[in-house]
């Protein structure tokens, strides 16, 4: 229970961070807003074009910009070495990881669903019936991407290159994400919506062997 | 043994399997002579996912001896199974264009090994991107861990979703089975290729462990 005691000061201090500047919320949904736009661009967004394509997408957008928003998470606490101080103020380093990565998992799905009635509209898809449902995909798929780019964000600002390191460390592992993630989204703004429990499961299941991965070598992952 | 005499052991192996596979197998009935860049195509794959195999276990055993010697072996096995996989993925095409009509499908497999080799170029780039060698080790193996973690998860993903690949015809289950030349001419390729596995990583590794020994020395120059 100290774990949890930790990191809920812990995330309180990360969205106390963001909500006094949201830097990272206004660049991402105004990211994810242009490569929206500019998607529209490359085919033809009529109703049944887009339900094939929109959710795909979607998805990728969110993915790239989850890769540019992870990036401050652990090269932020390098300025004034305040790492240091964090690693000592915890009982488990793990609750450090993981309000780290409930604080992006919550940015993430703030901006995705802020995101998602302009979709719908820029693509001529209807999302009013199914809007609770795309959530949960989108809540499912976000901490699919947050665990895995939470750790990497540690790893990449060790790096040299780091603004290049952390796309390419983290898009070719979340191809199991991009993949159930479309699937669910697209069944969901079919003409007749149906909810994929399979790829619902898939992407809990995901996030389960990412999360115990990190917790089990995430201590390591704070080593200077 | 030295190794340049293994590698004229492995030649001969390799010209005398090369021999077996061309003239002493059987000509596949319906796929014809293609068929037989499978001896060289499935080899490599198995190779390559040993090597990747061998490279989790360096990762595995360096994050928690910290011995150099497993740091040298995974960077080793890596970038030979880097150099297997795309055998692999050139021989795939050449094998499909004739026999299924296109290069390329976003088939389980070939995606898998796709995003494979995209993880352990990752891998590669990422050691090239930290000079700290302790902290070039910790971090790299911290990511092949996630990196090898994944390799189910894309897998079943893929497979769930589409596939084409032709099933499994060794260890395939009932039905399933090779021409005894044939299997014959696997086997050794098998052998063969394996020798050659062994050899590169050996050799791989011997120039890390002077790379290593170059930079202490040189770190003890300018010390003095």
């Given at each position: 229970m100290a774990v949890l005691a930790d990191t809920t000061v812990l995330l309180g201090k990360e969205l106390r961070t963001e909500f006094r500047s949201r830097e990272l919320l206004t660049t991402t949904v105004v990211f994810i807003l242009v490569v929206v736009v500019l998607f529209s661009f490359t085919f033809d967004p009529s109703?049944?074009?887009?339900?094939?394509?929109?959710?795909?997408?979607?998805?990728?957008?969110?993915?790239?910009?989850?890769s540019l928003m992870l990036q401050p998470c652990f090269l932020r606490e390098q300025n004034n070495d305040t790492l240091s101080a964090l690693r000592l103020s915890v009982r488990d380093p793990f609750s450090i990881f993981l309000a780290k990565l409930s604080a992006n998992t919550l940015f993430l799905l703030l901006t995705e669903v802020l995101m998602l009635p302009v979709f719908a509209i820029l693509y001529n898809v209807h999302i009013l019936g199914v809007f609770l449902q795309l959530v949960l995909v989108l809540f499912l798929g976000s901490l699919g991407v947050a665990i895995p780019g939470t750790a990497f964000s540690a790893i990449s600002a060790q790096a040299r290159m780091r603004e290049l390191m952390l796309p390419l460390l983290l898009l070719p592992l979340l191809?199991?994400?991009?993949?159930?993630?479309?699937?669910?989204?697209?069944?969901?703004?079919?003409?007749?919506?149906?909810?994929?429990?399979?790829?619902?499961?898939?992407?809990?299941?995901?996030?389960?062997?990412?999360?115990?991965?990190?917790?089990?070598?995430?201590?390591y992952l704070l080593e200077e | 043994m030295k190794s340049s005499f293994k590698a004229a052991i492995l030649f001969v192996l390799i010209a005398v399997t090369g021999y077996l596979a061309f003239y002493y197998a059987p000509i596949e009935r319906s796929m014809g002579v293609i068929q037989k860049i499978f001896y060289l195509h499935i080899s490599c794959a198995f190779s390559a996912f040993v090597a990747f195999g061998t490279c989790f276990y360096a990762n595995l055993r360096y994050v928690f001896t910290r011995e150099a010697k497993s740091d040298w072996l995974g960077v080793s096995a890596a970038e030979v199974g880097l150099a297997f996989i795309t055998v692999v993925l050139v021989t795939g095409p050449i094998w499909a264009h004739p026999v299924w009509g296109i290069w390329w499908t976003w088939d389980a497999r070939l995606t898998l090994t796709f995003v494979l080799g995209l993880l352990y170029l990752s891998y590669l780039l990422?050691?090239?991107?930290?000079?700290?060698?302790?902290?070039?080790?910790?971090?790299?193996?911290?990511?092949?861990?996630?990196?090898?973690?994944?390799?189910?998860?894309?897998?079943?993903?893929?497979?769930?979703?589409?596939?084409?690949?032709?099933?499994?015809?060794?260890?395939?289950?009932?039905?399933?089975?090779?021409?005894?030349?044939?299997?014959?001419?696997?086997?050794?390729?098998?052998?063969?290729?394996?020798?050659?596995?062994?050899?590169l990583v050996s050799a791989r590794y011997r120039l890390e462990a002077l790379r290593a020994s170059v930079e202490d020395l040189r770190r003890e120059a300018e010390v003095r």
């Open positions: 109703a049944g074009e887009s339900r094939r394509f929109g959710p795909g997408l979607l998805w990728l957008s969110f993915l790239f910009a989850a191809t199991p994400v991009l993949i159930a993630s479309t699937e669910a989204t697209r069944a969901l703004l079919d003409a007749n919506p149906v909810l994929r429990a399979d790829w619902l499961g898939f992407l809990a299941g995901f996030d389960v062997v990412f999360l115990t991965a990190l917790w089990l070598f995430g201590e | 990422l050691r090239s991107m930290i000079e700290e060698p302790d902290k070039r080790a910790l971090f790299s193996a911290l990511f092949g861990i996630f990196a090898f973690l994944d390799v189910p998860l894309v897998y079943f993903s893929i497979r769930w979703w589409r596939t084409q690949h032709p099933q499994p015809v060794i260890l395939g289950g009932p039905g399933s089975g090779l021409e005894p030349r044939m299997r014959v001419s696997y086997l050794l390729m098998w052998g063969a290729l394996t020798g050659v596995l062994i050899l």
